[in-house]
């Protein structure tokens, strides 16, 4: 999600950045407090047997540290993960109910709000699709008392991103193969989001990349660039990602 500032652009521009960020804010209002999202956020299938409770368990935890602190009192944040994330909904109403009454110009039609899953389809593929695959830009993110918040839908970002990994394959065979790999006991170790999250959405996006390096004994990693220069690896393995794209360079 790429911020837009309120001093920096043209009336015009602000007012199509804040109806982008009060019609995101409100699907993602919609999802979140919806039973099938709770149901999905508490589900652990996953297409790897390393992917364990504890697994899923770190994964959630790295989520709701960043929710609670969006929280705007104690109370809430000694709430239940339900709890916690029906607050985070309400807080993303509040923000766009302050949006549309200091702008009403950038007030979205009801219809554009709304998050729909067609009859017959499955909701973690329009899921997905709407937070893990899509790239949100322009919102704007510099308005009063929001800065937790963000940070918050960052992480359920970066939670739907691995879930997503969790349960679909990623386009490079490669990095599939490496996931095949796993431990429990590695990816409970050190920032699983780094493998799931990050690489894999770069990966699904068509970044262009050679390698992937990976540290021994805990879980962190990066992906090499094909513009970058193969860096000293350390204490790490690197596996090759896109031979082609190596031998062109």
């Known amino acids: 999600m790429y911020p837009i500032s309120l001093m920096q652009k043209t ?6 950045g804040l109806k982008r960020t ?26 790897f047997d ?18 609670k602190q969006a929280m705007p009192d104690r109370e809430t944040r000694d709430a239940s993960d339900h709890e916690q994330i029906a607050a985070l909904s309400e807080h993303c109403l509040s923000l766009v109910e302050w ?5 009403p110009e950038a007030k979205p039609l009801k219809k554009e709000k709304q998050f729909k899953v067609p009859k017959g389809e499955r909701f973690t593929d329009h899921l997905y699709e709407f937070l893990s695959r899509t790239y949100h830009s322009g919102l704007v993110k510099d308005t009063t ?10 992480a359920l970002i970066l939670y739907t991103r691995a879930r997503d990994t969790l349960d679909n394959p990623v386009p490079n065979p490669a ?15 050190g920032y699983p989001n780094d493998l799931l999250a990050h690489d894999a959405h770069d990966l699904r996006t068509g970044q262009a990349v050679t390698a992937l390096i990976m540290q021994k004994g805990y879980c962190s990693t ?24 190596r031998r062109a360079a």
């Open 50 to 67: 390393w992917a364990s409770e504890s697994v899923f368990g770190k994964l959630r935890k790295d989520l709701m540290f960043q929710v």
């Open 222 to 245: 990066r992906l090499v660039k094909a513009d970058e220069e193969m860096p000293v690896a350390g204490d790490a393995d690197v596996f090759e990602l896109n031979k082609k794209a």
């Open 145 to 154: 008392g929001d800065f937790y918040l963000w940070n918050a839908l960052e």
């Open 11 to 16: 009336k015009e521009e602000r007012l199509q």
């Open 22 to 47: 009060a019609i995101f804010l409100s699907q993602v209002r919609e999802i979140i407090r919806s039973k099938r999202f709770l149901s999905w956020f508490d589900s652990q299938e996953s297409r």
């Open 99 to 103: 949006i549309e009454k200091n702008f």
């Open 175 to 189: 990095f599939e193969k490496v996931l095949s790999k796993l431990s429990e006991q590695y990816m409970l170790q």
